[in-house]
């Protein structure tokens, strides 16, 4: 099993962008499914989560501006930045924990994709 991150680049303050990471694998359920963004010279901090029940949880830096979708059926997490601040540029991790059909319970990270917030 495994995650992939995509997404990422450059983009203007006020700009958009989407992340997505998809896990894949012989999964048998995934959990929590969330980001984390790590900025240069900063430790790495909870952007969104989001349970399989549909609840979400934002980091104050980000509330009204992000929102988590995701699509249980593709077991796919998506990571909406609007209003985007220099202050959001750092590298974008996606978490996800997950049983796989042997019903090992994995706690697992995407590779990372750098958001750059900059004019």
């Known amino acids: 099993v495994q995650l992939q991150a995509s997404g990422g680049g450059l983009v203007q303050p006020g700009g958009s962008l989407r992340l997505s990471c998809v896990a894949s694998?012989?999964?048998?359920?995934?959990?929590?499914m969330g980001w984390h963004r790590q900025a240069p010279g900063k430790q790495r901090e909870l952007v969104a989560v989001?349970?399989?029940?549909?609840?979400?949880n934002y980091a104050d830096s980000v509330k009204g501006r992000f929102t988590i979708p995701r699509d249980n059926a593709k077991n796919t997490v998506y990571l909406q930045m609007n209003s985007l601040k220099p202050e959001d540029t750092a590298v974008y991790y996606c978490n996800a924990h997950l049983y796989d059909h042997e019903m090992n319970l994995y706690d697992l990270w995407g590779q990372g994709t750098l958001v750059t917030v900059s004019s």
């Open positions: 989001s349970t399989s029940g549909g609840s979400t």
């Open positions: 694998g012989s999964i048998f359920r995934v959990f929590g």
